[in-house]
């Protein structure tokens, strides 16, 4: 692999890291707004909510946003663990 | 050499998640996250991740043996996506890659996704692990975990 190529891995992870974080540290206070909804998280804001992926990639999409640089994450349900 | 989990709290435990980047020519280049699961033969994407890294099913074919996957309640067809390569970062913030021959994409066997398929997360499972010779390091208690390469 080149070192550019390396490079936008490195930034690329640690931008979708830092999302990842927010969502987590947040996710008790999300969870009040957006119960049972999927979520598209960029510099520590929710730039979209809604009940399905495809719904959320397709608001994205028609926003032109950027989705390599989005974190997606979900909102489960009140009440249901998934085991998996 | 090291490779930092996070350990995140889902359903009231604390559970190893990775960020990992897939790389290959059927996969838009892209960060997901993945539960380090050993109860996983696999390293599997779930439709969430599918969707997101354009991965199309269309130009998939099944997996020839374990066709079909039970998680978390719901019927998954297993397909493989060959020629991939998992990238992540190790504890002094290099990137360490991954070559695997294939890895598994499920898809529901149901024609509508359901409901509950946007919160499974995609897994990075025993395969990956044997493949890469890694060895899984998970303390919740101290919410300490880690993979670490053996010698």
Redesign the interface.
């Known amino acids: 692999?080149s070192i550019p190529e390396?490079q936008e891995?490195?930034r690329?992870?640690?931008m979708?890291?830092r999302s990842?974080?927010w969502f987590?540290d947040n996710?008790k206070e999300l969870e009040k707004e957006y119960l049972d909804m999927?979520l598209a998280i960029r510099d520590e804001k929710v730039i979209s909510a809604s009940a399905?992926?495809?719904e959320l990639?397709e608001n994205l999409k028609a926003r032109n946003e950027d989705?390599?640089s989005v974190?997606?994450g979900?909102i489960?349900?009140k009440g249901?663990?998934?085991?998996? | 050499m090291r490779i930092p989990l996070h350990v995140r709290r889902k359903f009231d435990q604390w559970m190893p998640f990775i960020s990992i980047n897939l790389r290959g020519s059927r996969v838009r280049p892209m960060p997901i996250e993945a539960l380090v699961d050993t109860g996983s033969p696999w390293i599997a994407i779930t439709p969430k991740d599918a969707l997101r890294l354009n991965i199309s099913i269309k130009h998939l074919r099944k997996a020839p043996q374990y066709t079909t996957v039970m998680l978390a309640g719901i019927k998954f067809w297993r397909y493989l996506l060959k020629g991939v390569s998992v990238h992540m970062k190790d504890e002094k913030g290099g990137i360490i890659s991954i070559a695997l021959p294939s890895i598994s994409v499920l898809w529901p066997t149901q024609k509508k996704l359901p409901k509950g398929t946007k919160n499974i997360p995609s897994i990075l499972g025993s395969d990956f692990l044997t493949t890469a010779k890694l060895s899984l390091h998970f303390d919740p208690s101290k919410q300490i975990a880690f993979l670490e390469k053996q010698t």
Request: aromatic share 14%; proline share 3%.
């Open positions: 692999m390396e891995i490195k690329t992870l640690e979708f890291e990842e974080n987590s996710y999927i399905t992926i495809e990639l989705i390599s974190y997606i979900s489960s349900p249901i663990a998934f085991i998996l």
